[in-house]
């Protein structure tokens, strides 16, 4: 891309797509070597938020991403820089260099356009944000490769503004993302209920869990919380039996029942008390 951009302001736009791009696959392969260590003294928990970090610092790159375009594009139209783009020699033969863009482009949004849809049901299995978040940043560059595709072909067809135009629309799509996925990974690390990994709706868990607490039949009345860390949920039930016969064996029961209901339930903690 580098090689070929020449002046193109979409062009340009799209290099900066793809080197941000790479900020949620490194935060990923990072994250993925500390999330499963063992707790400590020093971090009781574990290193489950490692993941949470991750997507914070994978939606900050496409944040930046999108207000570095839009700025940047916006101050080309408003000088009214005229992009050239004019030929190449390639093997003896002269070649108008939009073409070589284009090709570029579709060899570049080919894969990023089947690797992120790939990955986004992949993220949802596995609760993972980061890979989410990957799948948005491929989405931006094939959304990206696209607008730039427009733009080179209105250059060739007169139009110089239309390579601006295209990067702007490029950067609306990105810092959409952006500021979305920063509320979901800020969110996140408040504690809030746990979410889907798109932030859209509540973790089916959640009602799943009331249901199965509705059932037990010691318990006359409860509450409980769960908290997200990466991929995983710790969280407390706070129980009213119903009597204290066979209280710590049916505590034990319900943990293990818990524990074995679902992966994300990863530590619960039961606490009964006299009156909720």
């Known amino acids: 891309m580098f090689l070929v951009m020449g002046s193109s302001q979409a062009m340009k736009s799209t290099i900066f797509d793809e080197a941000f791009g790479m900020i949620a696959a490194i935060s990923f392969l990072l994250a993925s070597r500390v999330y499963d260590k063992r707790p400590n003294k020093e971090f009781p928990y574990g290193y489950h938020r490692t993941i949470t970090i991750a997507f914070l610092a994978g939606s900050t790159a496409l944040l930046v991403m999108g207000i570095y375009i839009l700025i940047d594009s916006t101050m080309t139209l408003i000088a009214a820089e005229k ?21 570029v482009l579709l060899y570049n949004v080919i894969p990023v356009l089947i690797l992120g849809r790939i990955k986004i049901p992949l993220a949802k299995k596995l609760h993972d944000k980061v890979i989410f978040i990957d799948a948005d940043m491929n989405k931006a560059e094939w959304l990206g490769a696209s607008a730039a595709i ?52 509540k973790d089916h868990l959640l009602s799943d869990i009331n249901k ?61 008390v006299e009156k909720i």
């Open 212 to 272: 199965l607490l509705q059932d037990t039949p010691w318990i006359n009345n409860f509450e409980f919380r769960l908290r997200e860390s990466g991929h995983v949920y710790f969280g407390e039930v706070i129980v009213e039996p119903k009597s204290n016969n066979s209280l710590r064996e049916n505590i034990s029961s319900l943990r293990k029942e818990l524990s074995e209901y679902h992966w994300k339930l990863h530590d619960i903690t039961i606490m009964p």
């Open 150 to 201: 427009i733009g080179i072909t209105g250059i060739g067809l007169g139009f110089w503004w239309t390579d601006a135009v295209a990067a702007i629309i490029i950067s609306g799509e990105i810092l959409k993302d952006g500021l979305k996925n920063i509320k979901y990974s800020v969110t996140d690390l408040m504690d809030r209920s746990p979410r889907s990994v798109d932030g859209k709706k």
């Open 83 to 103: 992009p050239t783009i004019g030929l190449m020699n390639i093997f003896g033969f002269e070649i108008w260099q939009g073409w070589v863009m284009i090709a």
